[in-house]
């Protein structure tokens, strides 16, 4: 594709894109702006090499909305100015433009209100496979997982939409508890103690640095996170007698760990704690990430 005239070509995915942005951030202003930094990564770079411009839009502007949800950070802000898109009409019933307008806005805003509880890289892995039909292994390098992860990410996303998955403890007091007891256990060696403190389900999931990281023997003394884990006999034995150098910190509002050797975060251990027990420990190394968290180690 020639570089020239990138405008008509954008203009043509500019709908798709800010209904994208739009549904990622439920909010219309903080969309337009993903939108037009899309654009203006596009003029930067221009189209040499691009062979799917709609495509590479798409991840463009998905990775935008990412960043933006993580700097909101611990923040839970009220869809003051939420713009829901125009009904269609009912093909059935012909156009009744009140009855769709509102059933519309209760849809779109319910469904707004729900993807604010999900973490960020939920929100997007559902947001591009459920509303969008992206498949995995395209979704999977803008989240910085595995295609399984993401599969993982959007399925657990689709839990909460749907009212089928329970809420994570939201008590700090409760996490500290249970993080503590989790800590103790892998520092001591407890097999059954671990097994106590994890969710029969767990899923231990570490980015791609961590996994590289780990692969490479950086992380000594830690526990091997080369590969996903799941359920608590796999994850218990990862930890056993591991992580001697963890510490306990508030990460982005609920209790987690931290490796941070010389006061320096190089991983972060975000803990998902659901009645009382671990149910998901997803391990950051990747720098850029860790950056975007609001972390306060605890005192022990």
């Given amino acids: 594709m020639s570089d020239q005239n990138l405008s008509e070509p954008f203009q ?4 798709h894109l800010r209904a994208l942005a739009y549904r990622m951030l439920g909010n219309q202003s903080e969309a337009d ?6 654009w203006l990564r596009l003029n930067r770079a221009g189209s040499a090499g691009v062979e799917n411009l709609g495509a590479w839009l798409t991840t463009v502007v998905a990775r935008v909305c990412l960043d933006m949800l993580r700097s909101r950070k611990a923040r839970r802000e009220e869809l003051l100015d939420v713009q829901l898109p125009e009904p269609a009409p009912s093909p059935e019933h012909g156009a009744q433009p009140e009855r769709d307008r509102l059933l519309a806005d209760s849809i779109g805003l319910a469904l707004l209100v729900v993807l604010e509880t999900l973490a960020p890289a939920e929100r997007v892995a559902f947001v591009l496979h459920d509303l969008f039909d992206l498949p995995f292994d395209e979704i999977a390098p803008i989240v910085g997982r595995s295609p399984t992860a993401t599969r993982q990410l959007a399925s657990r996303a689709r839990r909460h939409v749907q009212g089928a998955g329970p809420n994570p403890d939201a008590d700090i007091s409760r996490q500290r508890v249970v993080v503590d007891a989790f800590l103790a256990a892998s520092r001591g060696g407890d097999f059954s103690a671990l097994l106590a403190v994890l969710d029969p389900e767990v899923a231990l999931l570490p980015d791609q640095t961590a996994q590289a990281a780990s692969a490479e ?3 000594r003394g830690g526990p091997d996170f080369e590969r996903e884990t799941r359920g608590a006999d796999a994850v218990a034995r990862a930890f ?8 306990p910190a508030l990460i982005d509002g609920a209790v987690g760990a931290v490796w941070a050797p010389g006061g320096r975060v190089r991983v972060a251990f975000a803990i998902t704690i659901v009645a009382n027990r671990i149910a998901e420990i997803e391990l950051l190394a990747d720098t850029a990430r860790i950056e975007l968290m609001d972390i306060e180690i605890l005192t022990q």
Avoid: I, L, T
């Avoid at 043509?12 to 709908?15: E, I, L, T, V, Y």
């Avoid at 702006?33 to 899309?38: K, N, R």
């Fill in 240 to 247: 056993s007698g591991r992580a001697k150098g963890a510490q």
């Fill in 33 to 38: 702006d993903a939108v037009q930094e899309a």
């Fill in 217 to 219: 023997g950086k992380m």
């Fill in 12 to 15: 043509k995915n500019r709908p």
